[in-house]
Nanobody, 116 residues
Framework: QVELVESGGGLVQAGGSLTLSCAVS????????MRWFHQAPGKERVLIAT????????YYADSVKGRFTISRDSAKNTVYLQMSSLELDDTGVYYC?????????WGQGTQVTVSS
């Protein structure tokens, strides 16, 4: 059974930092693209960062470029999202996802609240 479990969310002041983790299990994720999505209150889920499990190549949405860093630790089967210079608009639920062709898996999400 494939599982993606996010953790690390919480309350942080604007300008602060937070690191989210996504622990994956249940299969090998070689060949998968690991993704982080952000869903702000009342808005749609938006892709913000991806990393290729094999070669580590990354992509960032313009809204987080220069502030967020996605990484993975193959030995720990974990994907991370380091977030810095957090803004009020970064508030919301962050979801981890794994995708390869028709295979798509989601975590349950972790809440991040940025306060002024």
């Amino acid at each position: 059974q494939v599982e993606l479990v996010e953790s690390g969310g919480g309350l942080v002041q604007a300008g602060g930092s937070l690191t989210l983790s996504c622990a994956v299990s249940g299969r090998t994720f070689s060949g998968y693209t690991m993704r982080w999505f952000h869903q702000a209150p009342g808005k749609e889920r938006v892709l913000i960062a991806t990393i290729d499990w094999n070669d580590g190549s990354t992509y960032y949405a313009d809204s987080v470029k220069g502030r967020f860093t996605i990484s993975r630790d193959s030995a720990k089967n974990t994907v991370y999202l380091q977030m810095s210079s957090l803004e009020l608009d970064d508030t919301g639920v962050y979801y981890c996802s794994a995708r390869r062709a028709v295979f798509l898996y989601w975590g349950q999400g972790t809440q991040v609240t940025v306060s002024s």
